[in-house]
């Protein structure tokens, strides 16, 4: 049971913006800790998408976007592509568990 | 460019035990932290463990803690994840994972292809 939590599923049509959620608490985004953002295509490892709440690193479209407020954080796809659909995974620090970097619960997004 | 390579996964009955390993390329292996991370099939991800640069610092998820034990050899540029006392619930992909340093807010910058475990009698 991870403390970040995501729905799901979302889907969208080519074109439209779609948006995932990762809802935490005061004990890890809420406390300010760095939300990351992982893509996993189907059959293969995880991608990093986004760092550091906001950043994307080198060859990620900026069709892609991640922002933070409070105890919440969230993923924007905008002009979503057939290539987007994918599991998305969040990820943070949450200081009240042993082994401390979690990950959320994984939304598959489906373009319809 | 970065490469992490896993092996020494496979079948394994319950109670068991393996050893997987990660080579990396690429990369100066002895300045970044490195983790292990796995997926169950259909499942989303958990992370195992992970270690410090210098193998100093250590964390295990309770789930595995007092069964798994990572470490490191910075000068064979590998890292290592020696499984015991395996459970049906251990059956996953498992990933070897770099974190990246201060410049990517310390996330999973790189991933190995993964390799399975799968735990049953």
């Known amino acids: 049971q991870s403390v970040l939590t995501q729905p799901p599923s979302v889907s969208g049509a080519p074109g439209q913006r779609v948006t995932i959620s990762c809802t935490g608490s005061?004990?890890?985004?809420?406390?300010?800790?760095?939300v990351h953002w992982y893509q996993q295509l189907p059959g293969t490892a995880p991608k990093l998408l986004i760092y550091g709440n906001s950043n994307r690193p080198s060859g990620v479209p900026d069709r892609f976007s991640g922002s933070k407020s409070g105890t919440s954080a969230s993923l924007a796809i905008t002009g979503l592509q057939a290539e987007d659909e994918a599991d998305y995974y969040c990820?943070?620090?949450?200081?009240?568990?042993?082994?401390?970097?979690?990950f959320g619960t994984g939304t598959k997004v489906t373009v319809l | 460019q970065v490469q992490l390579v896993e092996s020494g996964g496979g079948l394994v009955k319950p109670g068991g035990s393996l050893r997987l390993s990660c080579a990396a390329s690429g990369f100066t292996f002895s300045d970044y932290y490195m983790s292990w991370i796995r997926q169950a099939p259909g499942k989303g991800l958990e992370w195992v463990s992970y270690?410090?640069?210098?193998?100093?610092?250590?964390y295990y998820a309770d789930s595995v803690k007092g069964r798994f034990t990572i470490s490191r050899d910075n000068a064979k540029n590998s890292l290592y994840l020696q499984m015991n006392s395996l459970r049906a619930e251990d059956t996953a992909v498992y990933y070897c994972?770099?974190?990246?340093?201060?410049?990517?807010?310390?996330?999973?910058?790189?991933w190995g292809q993964g390799t399975l475990v799968t735990v049953s009698s």
């Open positions: 994972a770099r974190t990246g340093g201060s410049g990517y807010s310390y996330a999973v910058d790189y």
């Open positions: 005061s004990s890890n985004i809420g406390a300010g800790y760095d």
């Open positions: 990820q943070s620090y949450d200081s009240s568990l042993s082994g401390p970097r979690v």
């Open positions: 270690i410090s640069s210098s193998g100093s610092t250590i």
